[in-house]
């Protein structure tokens, strides 16, 4: 399971960047791996988000973590 520290240190990747221009003004999630892009996504596989501007830029030091997520599927 990821530490608290580990989630502070997360860093968007390309994809995200790219996810967060089509969203400007608001959110960019870190979901758990094993969700599948067509299943319902559970508070607890929301690993954290990182603030949109209204530019479509993620905001530096803006992740928050999610504290209910959990690594492992229930």
């Known amino acids: 399971m990821s530490t608290d520290d580990d989630l502070k240190r997360m860093q968007p990747t390309e994809e995200m960047r790219n996810e967060a221009k089509r969203h400007p003004n608001g959110y960019v999630y870190v979901i758990r791996g094993d969700i599948a892009d067509n299943e319902a ?3 607890e596989a929301i690993r954290g988000a990182w ?5 479509g ?3 530096p030091d ?4 999610n504290p209910r997520y959990r690594a492992w599927r229930i």
């Open 62 to 65: 803006s992740f928050v973590a």
């Open 41 to 43: 996504v559970p508070p």
């Open 57 to 59: 830029e993620i905001v």
């Open 51 to 55: 603030k949109v501007d209204a530019q």
